[in-house]
């Protein structure tokens, strides 16, 4: 992979994405066996908001290669709450770390301050924008349980806002991939995104019921519908209603249907789900460790035969 | 009216940049993108909705003691893609030339998104990639086709 920085998923082309895959499978066989990879390397995570599982698998694939992180905590305990830029925090981060894992709640932040660092940055979610490293390991996800060509994918909920689903969809057109997009039209693909899909000659289609394309799909997608979205109270419940899943839902879908969620899920799959071997969603949270020491092993060079 | 006539209703210029062809309503939004408010002194003269035989109705600007370079006129492209350039000198044309789209447009337009970080008091300018319809902002990706000149920064 020839990149400074992983900012949006349009960066990756399909022999990037099968590098990273195939590194992610080697680490995944035995994680604890590679802390000679970057002996000392330090990563700075940037998180201005909250996050869960990207920033402590980022940590703990940091570990795992030898390496260690520098946190720079809650944005209300650090120099952001006086003012400072999101420029002038890259630079001074800049000097304390190999690389930088950033996450902003604007859009394009991550470009952005890639443009004042030469440390490998990554995006690791830019408000409604991007956020690659997790498409990487839905894809690593993907490839596990129905592989990435000849795919039939249902991506469904916050199509507009949702920024896994803006890199998944830019990703996916790498490959040999039927895309389905289910949501309200309120919250369809932003135009940016069609673009972008219609630039590279994308197999797209969408809709506003699942049922119509269910039983085809090899994979579904699902990501949340947030509450902050809608105007009322009543308007969101009678939306996101229609976009929850159940076992019942799946009785119409294939045996072999992966069922995936970057999560946090709030109820939009029903827990009943998560015994039934559709569930994936565990499992993909879980891929993110090896996915992300691959990801840091290749943007971290020196460390092998990574670049 | 003939075009002819238009031209005299607007005063001759010795030396300097003639743009024609200007969509009708959009010569105030020229001087605007080329950062012309009258402060550096320079004779500026406009025709506004003058008949035009081949676009019904158009703008002029003239602008005395000045030309302007091409990667200056490009950036009109955005609203005035069939502009055309003359740059006089001693009262005749001197040079004439076409309008190309630019690549990129730096500074001159604010991204609509309010969430974009251009928009969050950070010390970058906008830059913006010019599509074959409408701009796209380098930094949320936010692609702007329609009213463009309410998007002006200047």
């Known amino acids: 992979m020839r990149h400074d920085h992983l900012l949006t998923a349009k960066q990756l082309s399909r022999a990037d994405i099968e590098a990273v895959l195939a590194r992610a499978g080697e680490f995944a066989d035995d994680p604890a066996a590679h802390a000679d990879r970057h002996p000392g390397a330090l990563l700075a995570l940037c998180f201005f908001e909250p996050s869960t599982r990207t920033k402590m698998s980022f940590e703990t694939a940091a570990k795992r290669l030898g390496g260690d992180v520098i946190d720079m905590g809650a944005v209300e305990d650090s120099s952001v709450k006086k003012g400072e830029s999101l420029a002038d925090t890259a630079r001074v981060v800049e000097g304390y770390a190999d690389g930088i894992i950033l996450r902003h709640p604007s859009q394009g932040a991550a470009r952005m301050a890639s443009e004042f660092v030469d440390v490998p940055l990554v995006n690791a979610g830019d408000g409604a924008g991007h956020h690659p490293s997790q498409t990487l390991l839905d894809l690593y996800t993907i490839d596990e349980n129905a592989g990435l060509d000849d795919l039939t994918i249902g991506i469904m909920g916050d199509l507009k806002y949702g920024r896994t689903v803006h890199s998944l969809a830019h990703a996916l057109t790498n490959f040999d991939v039927r895309q389905h997009f289910i949501s309200p039209e309120s919250l369809r693909l932003p135009r940016s995104v069609r673009y972008d899909l219609h630039e590279a000659g994308a197999n797209v289609r969408e809709h506003d019921d699942l049922a119509a394309v269910l039983p085809e799909l090899d994979v579904l997608y699902v990501t949340r519908i947030q509450r902050e979205r809608f105007p009322d109270e009543e308007e969101y419940e009678k939306v996101a209603g229609q976009y929850r899943i159940d076992a019942e839902t799946l009785e119409a879908a294939s045996d072999d249907l992966a069922v995936m969620h970057p999560l946090p899920r709030i109820d939009e799959i029903d827990p009943e789900i998560d015994d039934l071997p559709n569930a994936t969603y565990f499992e993909q949270a879980h891929n993110g460790v090896p996915v992300r020491m691959a990801l840091l092993d290749l943007l971290l060079g020196d460390g092998g035969d990574g670049e | ?154």
């Open chain 2, 1 to 154: 009216m003939t075009e002819k006539d238009t031209e005299l209703r607007i005063s001759k210029i010795r030396d300097g940049t003639v743009i024609d062809h200007v969509p009708a309503g959009e010569a105030l939004h020229v001087l605007a993108i080329l950062g012309i408010d009258g402060s550096g002194g320079e004779g500026v003269s406009l025709g506004m909705n003058v008949p035009s035989e081949t676009m019904g109705h158009k703008d002029i600007v003239k602008v005395e003691g000045r030309e302007m370079s091409q990667a200056e006129l490009d950036v009109l492209s955005l609203i005035a893609p069939d502009a055309t350039v003359n740059i006089v000198r001693e009262y005749a044309v001197a040079e004439k030339t076409e309008i190309e789209p630019p690549e990129q447009v730096t500074g001159l337009l604010s991204c609509p998104n309010r969430h974009c970080i251009t928009n969050a008091g950070e010390p970058v300018e906008t830059r913006f990639d010019v599509l074959g319809e409408g701009v796209r902002c380098a930094y949320c990706e936010t692609i702007v086709r329609e009213e463009i000149t309410d998007h002006l920064a200047v």
